[in-house]
């Protein structure tokens, strides 16, 4: 495997970095995971426009010629598509605010960022079909994470306890919900649900990732124009009873739920809705 790391590409093993790295003593830093299929990277630019706006909300600034991520994860995959023959690549991209000589909370001067990247496996992209899908089975808990989820940061712990709170009882995904009892998104990706014929999914604020999979799926809704799609609040009661619910992510792109909390969701099957918009998203997803 060939990694990428502050400028050049390498074999993974022979990639290091400081322990005084500031991503690894504070988790003070950025990331992405951009899909790609057959060579092709989904909405590079929107990756790459995300990364940018997470950086500058924490202050990391990275020289223009250093930043180019699409040509990072291109360099990548023309490097690594030989020995993933399954052509179906995950880009991982991590910016950390780089190696400090001391351990000191405020943000150090001078420090030059630390930028790594490396390709791995992810499931294939295939037509969807709702005889074949299997569904998901999650649980709900309340979001014990902090108050700035938009910001996809490489402080990771609130989403692991989630994740392996899920994880450990053999089901899928941990889907999270606020004080007031209202559905953000879930520990890995966003959520979507089927209510009155309706699809919904929450507002983007502080609480959630703008996740790329819930952009492009909200845009193919629009442009193909079958279904109605409203972005609001979804109480934690109205996600339980909703006829479909799917959660979104670059890695499992638009994924139908059939269980919640060990209730069935709808009738316990894969959805209709779910199968005429994952086609929708199939269809566009390299138009973003
Ligand atoms: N929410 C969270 C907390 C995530 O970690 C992710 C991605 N891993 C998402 C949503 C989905 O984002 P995207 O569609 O950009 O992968």
């Not at 699409?70 to 020995?83: K, S």
């Not at 670059?250 to 959805?271: F, L, R, T, Y």
Request: proline residues 4%.
């Amino acid at each position: 495997t060939i990694a990428y790391l502050n400028g050049e590409f390498k074999p993974l093993e022979q990639a290091q970095i400081s322990p005084m790295d500031r991503g690894f003593l504070f988790g003070d830093g950025i990331y992405e995971v951009v899909p790609s299929y057959a060579g092709k990277l989904v909405a590079g630019n929107l990756h790459a426009q995300r990364m940018n706006r997470g950086l500058s909300e924490i202050g990391i600034k990275v020289l223009a010629e250093e930043s180019n991520w699409v040509a990072i994860a291109e360099g990548l995959l023309a490097r690594n598509l030989d020995h993933l023959p399954d052509q179906n690549v995950g880009i991982y991209i991590h910016v950390s605010r780089g190696a400090d000589t001391k351990r000191f909370h405020a943000f150090p001067e001078g420090v030059k960022p630390t930028v790594f990247a490396f390709a791995f496996s992810i499931a294939p992209s295939a037509v969807p079909d709702r005889t074949q899908a299997k569904g998901l089975h999650v649980q709900t808990q309340e979001d014990l994470r902090w108050r700035r989820c938009h910001i996809k940061s490489t402080s990771l712990l609130g989403n692991v306890m989630h994740f392996q709170d899920s994880f450990g009882k053999g089901i899928n995904e941990t889907v999270l919900y606020n004080q007031d009892g209202m559905v953000t998104e879930a520990s890995v990706s966003n959520v979507f649900a089927v209510i009155d014929g309706e699809i919904v999914t929450p507002p983007l604020d502080n609480q959630l990732l703008p996740g790329i999979t819930r952009h492009i799926l909200i845009n193919s809704i629009r442009k193909d124009g079958q279904y109605q799609l409203v972005e609001r609040q979804i109480t934690l009661e109205e996600l339980k009873g909703a006829d479909e619910v799917w959660l979104t992510s670059s890695s499992k792109e638009v994924a139908p739920v059939v269980m919640i909390d060990n209730q069935a969701v709808g009738n316990g099957v894969v959805g209709e809705v779910w199968e005429q918009v994952a086609k929708s998203y199939h269809t566009h997803k390299f138009s973003f």
